[in-house]
């Protein structure tokens, strides 16, 4: 009988940590800023319903956004970034797929902020390139929040226009905010 | 000749200002308000099995236009800015549902299982069919 008890106790523990291991954090409400000032006119947009899962064991990651989702201050800047330089008809979203590559330095039972390493692909205006920046996870009651900052070169993406160099910059600066 | 000179130049100079008028003050005091717009009905359940079926013909159909969606509320939260998001649809998180945001941070008084319409902007088909701009209705 006791062995019995230890052989269940022992495939009961091993039913948790694999129940662990297979946690996917998701959130469809996430945050993307991004910055293409290039002169005194402020050119920045906002979208907050980015989709977003990462699982906990493999630090397989996912982003995606919506092109039309992006919200101007200025209604022609946001018709133009549609119409004329993200052709947001044709190719309707952004997305990242890759890992955090230093998953395994990440204690998700432990409250804090821990350096995090992305690389992967990140496809906008129908390009793929590969791409690595760092970030941060902060883990708070055992649930993580993604912080990351990088740029992005239009011309790597094939997106052109007029006044790209001149009032909007030729690289542009995005923030991401995901709280899972 | 001196009164053509002047004519033209004041062309020159209405059209300057008409200009700067549209891009730096309307443009940004006037944004587009969809809920101003003749809207699509359609419910949650069809909405998401048009973009089961076909990407590209369901944003044919509804990407970029104003909406009104009928369903059930299987979940309801709050984004980044304290703004009300809904999902609309099946209450299985596995399945495709209609995610929204609504443009208001005041808690809602419908709950979880109330059917509702909600008025909005179609921005395409992630996870979930994105909502933006919703308003109850």
Redesign the interface.
């Known amino acids: 009988m006791k062995k019995i008890s230890i052989v269940l106790s022992i495939l009961l523990m091993g039913v948790v940590v694999h129940v662990h291991a297979q946690e996917v954090f998701a959130t469809?409400?996430?945050?993307i800023l991004f910055n293409a000032s290039g002169g005194a006119e402020k050119i920045a947009a906002i979208n907050?319903?980015v989709?977003s899962?990462f699982g906990e064991a493999t630090g397989q990651i996912i982003f995606?956004?919506?092109?039309?989702?992006f919200k101007f201050?200025?209604?022609?800047?946001e018709d133009h970034f549609n119409e004329n330089y993200m052709e947001s008809?044709k190719f309707?979203?952004a997305e990242f797929k890759g890992y955090i590559k230093n998953i395994k330095d990440i204690n998700f039972s432990v409250d804090g902020k821990y350096a995090a390493n992305f690389e992967g692909d990140l496809t906008i205006h129908g390009v793929t390139n590969k791409v690595s920046t760092k970030g941060q996870v902060e883990v708070a009651h055992g649930k993580p929040t993604i912080n990351g900052e990088f740029s992005v070169l239009l011309s790597n993406y094939n997106i052109k226009g007029s006044y790209i160099g001149d009032k909007i910059a030729g690289e542009v600066k995005i923030k991401v905010?995901c709280?899972y | 000749m001196k009164r053509i000179i002047y004519t033209v130049l004041l062309i020159i100079l209405l059209g300057a200002v008409t200009t700067y008028y549209y891009v730096f003050v309307y443009s940004k005091n006037h944004h587009r308000d969809v809920q101003q717009e003749t809207a699509i009905s359609v419910s949650a359940d069809s909405l998401v099995a048009a973009y089961e079926a076909s990407d590209s013909i369901a944003n044919a159909k509804y990407l970029n236009k104003a909406l009104e969606i009928k369903g059930p509320i299987a979940a309801k939260d709050t984004n980044a800015v304290g703004q009300v998001t809904l999902l609309l649809g099946d209450s299985d998180p596995f399945k495709k549902r209609v995610s929204i945001t609504l443009n208001t941070k005041t808690p809602i008084s419908q709950k979880t299982g109330d059917t509702i319409k909600v008025k909005g902007k179609c921005t395409g088909n992630l996870s979930d069919v994105v909502i933006t701009d919703g308003v109850i209705k």
Do not use: F, R, T, Y
């Open positions: 469809k409400a996430g945050q907050n319903q989709d899962k995606a956004v919506l092109i039309k989702g201050e200025n209604q022609l800047m008809s309707p979203k905010n709280k």
